[in-house]
């Protein structure tokens, strides 16, 4: 008898890559469940930019496989793992710094029409992709930048332009490699609201340092430690495990529960502040 399987959009199996002996990922079994935000953990060197680099096929795999939607996928091309609906933020959507941010989502949506001659010609089509890209613009937050040439745009909302042009091509599994770095508070907390927004009716897996933010966005969370899964669960079970307050959490999870009661108390001053 098969058992029933958990709504999965992606899985892997016994994912192993080795570079010249050295493995950096060590047979992983992933299970990416359909609909969540799903976070990637684990200390420099872990091996989380390797597994996004299998999954969108960057690299490939020394033994073992990639399923997206119960479809091995181990063998395809990035481009056509693309067209399936796996896209990594800040990969396609490199933006052009001195366009509009109205012109950057456009172009992202042309992209995803593709290389249609015909497309350019029709002022009806060209309208109707204007309507698309600004409602694009309000959904991640920008629609008053629409004319803003994006060299201008703040850190952060250079990240919410790249989400947008990311949204331009209608991604069914979302993979954000660090979302948040380098970012200050204001940033962090903008991006993270986004992502929280931009999860409803897709899947998002995230490598992400923030423990704060993954305490706030994450379903789920992998804990990865030299290529392998060292555990997994929510939130709260993972970070009460002792094994992973060794390996990596220690001090981190220290610092978030420090930021949180910083928070706390400045939203107390706020409240006795109004
Ligand atoms: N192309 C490569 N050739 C050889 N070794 C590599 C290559 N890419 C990654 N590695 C090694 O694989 C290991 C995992 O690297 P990876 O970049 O996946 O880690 P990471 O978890 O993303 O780390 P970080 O948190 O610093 O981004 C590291 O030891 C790295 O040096
Ligand atoms: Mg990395």
Known sequence: MTQPTQDFILETRNLTKAFKGFTAVDDVNLNITRGHIHALIGPNGAGKTTVFNLLTKFLQPTSGQILFNGDDIT??????????????SFQISAV?????????????????????????KSEKIL?????????????????????????????????????ATTLAVEPELMLLDEPTQGMGHEDVGLVSDL????????????????????????????????????????????????????????????????????????????????
């Open 96 to 120: 052009f710094p001195h366009l509009t941010v109205l012109e950057n989502v456009r172009i992202a949506l042309q992209r995803k029409e593709g290389n249609s001659f015909h497309f350019w």
């Open 75 to 88: 063998k395809m091309e990035p481009a056509a793992i693309a067209r399936k609906g796996v896209i990594r």
């Open 195 to 274: 992502i929280k927004k931009v999860s409803k009716d897709r899947t998002i897996l995230m490598v992400e340092h923030n423990l704060h933010v993954v305490s706030k966005l994450a379903d789920r969370i992998t804990v990865l430690q030299r290529g392998a899964i060292l555990t997994e669960g929510n939130y709260e079970s993972v970070s009460a495990d002792p094994r992973v307050r060794e390996a990596y959490m220690g001090t981190a999870a220290d610092e978030v529960e420090q930021e949180k009661a910083e928070e706390e108390r400045k939203e107390q001053v706020a409240e006795v502040a109004s």
């Open 127 to 163: 309208n109707r992709l204007n309507q698309r890209a600004l409602e694009l613009l309000d959904s991640v937050g920008l629609e008053s930048f629409a004319n803003t040439t994006t060299v201008d745009l703040s850190y952060g909302r250079k990240r919410a332009l790249e989400i």
